[in-house]
């Protein structure tokens, strides 16, 4: 059996008696309203969009309380489009999966079309425009990751694709932001019709950065006269334009070669997983924990549908700081940083494995509960506490998500400010708080210097995650081995731009460099300084 429209008429009981469930509503009536009155366009056909937002809003379809679907546009992957979204019909295969082994199973059939952003592909191209002409577009919402709004390289000059895009205006442009303002602007010159742009992107201040980079673009095109000074006060007019802050989290991780293969079982055809050329790892399915927050500053200039219906946190701006404040600072990802870390370290290749560790368990439980919510900003809208049992207890935990330490050590050297280096200046702010108390905390800080070595704990070499400074910290310590105690660790552990404070000078310097010398006595260091600390 195949996965498409024909099939999902014709062979309803089939589908639901493998425990599959399906689209409850017309899916030609949604996709002739849709094609008429496009209301929703997103921008990164990607797994967290068809793995999350996309079944959510199939959550409404449902229940009868919208009537059209979503355009979901690739801006990057043009393969994704090709491969994964027109031979099935723009149909997912959606699984949820329980820790407990308990997989929801479910056809997401929410994705009116999928188009790409292919100048190449005429038609695609002029549909997209036609979307972003129509008044009864109300909302543009992206997952294109935190590169996707970087315009700049690492020496602060624009990147060469944006530099030809604001070189050549509005008419061919290449990078995703150039391509959004382009779009903005013919909205602007049909009608000056009100719109809302929503970064669903897993970083701080996303709205923000959508919005700066949205202005950057418009007023260099304004700088060549490719566009005219109204088009920058239409986009900086939040009576026209508004490009609210939220904040999203679940793990959709690569596609798994078992849930595949348990498709293949039960008669589907064609579940291969594909590798893109952009490498991308997309299949016509799309596994998923059950565990999912998007929580979106209520600020909409063109209407919205009702996603509240579909669990969908909407609030005020200072709350969905709060939550994500909450959450990358210390209810997740410090934990997630921490388990990467030593996960690395001591051998292991999936973070649901290392939580049956138990002396792992306890430094993200020490991390967590006995450090963090002395100093978690509270949003009110979702219990810290809560969030950590589901953290550790559900998520962490769960076998079946096969989330790797290796992929979440990537980038550490720009994490580590915000999910150790917040709560460290917590503690120095509060008078009945020392820094010098932390415990868990200063054994990931030292736990990081140690693996940037590249040697794990049974003295066998590792390849280290990418990381943009990671050959000038390698460099620091280069030479240091077992045994080593000389002190030039401490350039790291003193550097305010890694930390967002000098550690000595609060109080922890010292603490983490012996906890760091600990760590190189020999074979089984690591573990030992964990245990000796953690009182295991």
Known sequence: MLLNKATIKSNRADWEAMGIGLPRFNLDEMIANTRERPQWAHFGAGNIFRGFIANAYQKLLDDKKVDTGIVAVESYDYE????????????????????????????????????????????????????FKNPSLEIASFTITEKGYSLDDASGDYLEIVQKDIENGPGNPLHTI??????????????????TFVSMD????????????????????????????????????????????????KITPRPSEIVGK???????EDMDIVVTSRNTYIAPFVNAEISE??????????????????????TDRETVNKVETMKVTTCLNPLHTALAIFGCLLGYNLIADEMKDQVLRKLV?????????????????????????????????????????????????????????ETIKSYAKRGDLNPADLVGIPLAIAGWCRYMLG??????????????????????????????????????????????????????????????????????????????????
């Open 178 to 195: 150039s391509l959004v303002t382009a779009l903005a602007y013919t909205r602007y010159k049909e009608g000056q019709y009100p719109m």
């Open 262 to 268: 348990s498709f293949k079982d039960q008669g589907i």
């Open 80 to 131: 994704i489009i090709d491969k994964i979204y027109k031979p099935y019909d723009n149909l997912t295969l959606l699984v949820l999966m329980n820790p407990d082994g308990d997989f929801r199973k479910s056809i997401i059939g929410s994705v009116a079309e999928g188009i790409t952003a292919d100048r190449n592909k005429p038609q695609d191209y002029r549909r997209l425009i036609e979307i």
């Open 455 to 536: 040697v794990d704990d049974e003295g066998k070499n590792f390849q280290v995650s990418p990381d943009p400074l990671m050959g000038t910290l390698q460099g620091i310590l280069e030479g240091v081995s077992f045994g080593a105690r000389d002190s030039r660790v401490r350039d790291i552990i003193s550097n305010k731009s890694i930390f967002g404070v000098d550690l000595y000078e609060v109080g922890l310097g010292e603490k983490i460099e012996t906890m760091f010398y600990e760590m190189l006595e020999g074979k089984g260091a690591v573990r030992r300084t964990l245990e000796k600390h953690l009182d295991i």
């Open 202 to 249: 897993n970083c701080s201040n996303n709205g923000d950065r959508l919005k700066e980079a949205v202005l950057t673009i418009a007023e260099e095109w304004l700088k060549r006269e490719f566009v005219d000074q109204g088009f920058v006060e239409y986009l900086a007019d939040e009576n026209k334009i508004t490009f609210p802050l939220s904040m999203i989290d």
């Open 293 to 314: 927050y998007l929580v979106i500053e209520d600020k909409f200039t063109n209407g919205r549908p009702p996603l509240e219906d579909a669990g969908i946190i909407f």
């Open 365 to 421: 439980e020490r991390i967590g509960y006995d450090e963090g919510l002395r100093v978690v900003v509270d949003p009110k809208i979702i219990n810290p506490k809560e969030f950590i049992d589901e953290v550790i207890n559900v998520r962490f935990s769960n076998p079946y998500i096969p989330d790797t330490p290796q992929r979440i050590a990537t980038d550490t050297s720009q994490k580590v400010g915000i999910r150790f280096g």
